[in-house]
């Protein structure tokens, strides 16, 4: 298997991979990216985190796309090579959080909707190196 | 109605906004002279020098404070450079507003400039996983992502249309087409604007702002200072709201790829925090409100920030911009300057350009586009890094 774009932010199983985040062992706040030294929440003092896969299935919150290529460090094509992407914004319930990330090759705004159910999946970007990306599975409710 | 927290506006000045190819120190002079000329203070009479900084140009830049004081000619004033990103102007008239009421000084010129690189904002180079700013371009997220994401949410939840959005670019050309200190001044009709290319879905070209060189200066005093030299009417500072965030944050912010997580403490909104502060400071509800200058990086975020000064219920902004109620001649006039559309935004100036552009409303001086019987005029901008910042001016 490819690497990752990013060493250690999820999970390589390529059947169900994970983000992986991490937890304040005092009050349960996740973070993604991982957060290792001091809590973010001020009422809590927590300096222990366990390092966790997050929920690898969500809702859709909002979406857009990139029309134009990214600047570097996005991985660089030749301009007529470049094919727009959608990138959505999912809401994991149990962590209580919105993630970014790119949606799957193939799938545009069109096909899009807040609410829509999607699940974490992996695909290389132009260089070969694997990166997360939304896929939807479901209908919207 | 006056408190004893309060401060006058003696005098505003810009340099008019655009690519101009010079230093941000020549702007600010322009700025400062013109600031001074309007409160008919003396260069050698101001105490403290209040800059904005700008990360853009070298070490001047970085002491903006000093860096004026020297290119207006050293005169042993005191001395600040405050950096807030979008709200660096605001922090710096907070720091001003500080010094006056402390008795520290009595007159005060805050001021900020900036000249901006041609081309797109680009991040660092080098790799720097650590760094969430080269992390969301490692994986193709824009600048424009964001506002995309925000407006897109506003199509799903509140059926707001790119139409909408592109009525807010026309309605802001038209009110800024006659300001003599802004970048773009051309109206624009709807179909121009659905002409021009998508660029974040549902985003076009026209709907996002551009970057300005320009210049933003303001002279201030304590309201018995105001009063000696016979302006005790010159509008003043009512508010100053410069709160940070509270946890867990509710939107996702550049250049974050994730907010926080509201497990353990709920979600809160930034931007509608913002004025909340400024209103209870002031002792003025959103009802009082005569106009408002807002910071619209897209046309859809002006709605936004609409609902966040609470000058509609939630998710009805649209309606409000759709009954021309935000024009010029409208109940509730929003960027009656012609906004970041119509100016392109240079930073350390912006929030300070949006407290001139009140100035001259509540003094009736704003000409093609003075809002009629103004009164009571509301700031609102946000940046990077947990930075905005929410003015209030009365007369």
């Known amino acids: 298997m490819s690497a990752p774009v990013l060493e250690g932010w999820f999970t390589l199983d ?15 706040t996740y973070y993604f990216p991982k957060l290792k030294t001091f809590c973010r929440n001020p009422d809590c003092a927590g300096e222990k985190f366990e390092e966790v896969p997050l929920s690898r299935t969500g809702k859709i919150w909002s979406f857009t796309n990139a029309v134009y290529q990214p600047p570097e460090p996005y991985v660089q094509v030749a301009a007529e090579d470049f094919k727009p992407f959608a990138i959505a914004a999912v809401e994991l319930e149990k962590e209580k959080m919105i993630v970014l990330g790119q949606v799957v090759a193939g799938v545009g705004v069109e096909s899009l909707k807040a609410g829509l159910d999607v699940e974490l999946v992996l695909e290389p970007l132009s260089d070969g190196k694997l990166t997360w990306k939304w896929k939807p599975t479901g209908a919207a409710k | 109605m006056s408190t004893n927290k309060d401060i006058a506006i003696l005098g505003v000045g810009m340099h008019p906004w655009g690519k101009w190819g010079k230093s ?134 509140y059926g707001d249309t790119q139409a909408d959005f592109a009525m807010v670019k026309v309605k802001n050309a038209e009110n800024g087409f006659t300001n003599v200190n802004a970048r773009y001044r051309k109206k624009f009709t709807a179909e121009e604007v659905a002409a021009s290319s998508i660029v974040a879905d549902p985003l076009r070209l026209m709907d996002i702002c551009a970057v300005s060189d320009g210049a933003a200066a303001m002279i201030v005093s304590s309201v018995e200072y105001a009063r000696k030299i016979g302006k005790a009417s010159a509008p003043r500072i009512a508010a100053i709201s410069t709160v940070t965030p509270t946890f867990a944050s509710a939107l996702v912010e550049m250049p974050d790829i994730a907010t926080d997580s509201a497990v353990a403490v709920p979600a809160q909104s930034f931007r509608s925090a913002l004025p909340r502060k400024a209103y209870e400071e002031a002792g003025v509800s959103p009802k ?47 960027n009656a300057s012609g906004g970041l559309a119509c100016f392109g935004e240079a930073v350390p100036a912006q929030a300070i350009a949006q407290v001139c552009e009140l100035t001259w409303q ?34």
Not at chain 2, 93 to 121: M, N, Y
Not at chain 2, 294 to 312: H, K, P
């Open chain 2, 362 to 395: 509540l003094r009736g001086q704003a000409g093609d586009r003075q809002v009629a019987d103004a009164k009571v005029g509301i700031t609102a901008n946000q940046g990077l890094f947990g930075h905005g910042s929410s003015v209030i001016v009365k007369r």
């Open chain 2, 288 to 334: 009082d409100i005569s106009l408002a200058e807002v910071y619209d990086l897209s046309t859809a975020l002006e709605l936004d920030w609409i609902e966040d000064l609470q000058l509609c219920a939630r998710g009805e902004a649209a309606q409000l911009m759709r009954s021309g109620a935000t024009r010029v001649n409208g109940r509730i006039p929003v």
């Open chain 1, 14 to 28: 390529a059947g169900a991979p994970q983000l992986l985040g991490s937890r304040c062992v005092a009050c349960g």
């Open chain 2, 24 to 157: 941000f120190i020549d702007y600010g002079v322009v700025a400062a002279r013109a600031a001074l000329a309007d409160s008919g203070v003396n260069w050698r009479d101001v105490q403290f020098v209040s800059g904005a900084a700008t990360i853009r140009n070298g070490y001047p830049g970085q002491v903006a404070g000093a860096t004026f004081a020297q290119a207006l000619g050293w005169q042993g004033a005191q001395v600040n450079t405050s950096y807030a990103a979008c709200a660096s102007g605001s922090q710096a008239l907070a720091a001003a507003r500080s010094k006056i009421l402390s008795g520290e000084c009595e007159v005060a010129l805050v001021i900020g400039s900036d000249t901006t690189p041609k081309g797109f904002l680009k991040p660092q180079p080098g790799d720097r996983p650590d760094d969430p700013d080269w992390v969301r371009f490692r994986i193709g997220i824009t600048n424009p992502t964001y506002f995309a994401l925000y407006a897109r949410r506003r199509i799903e939840m």
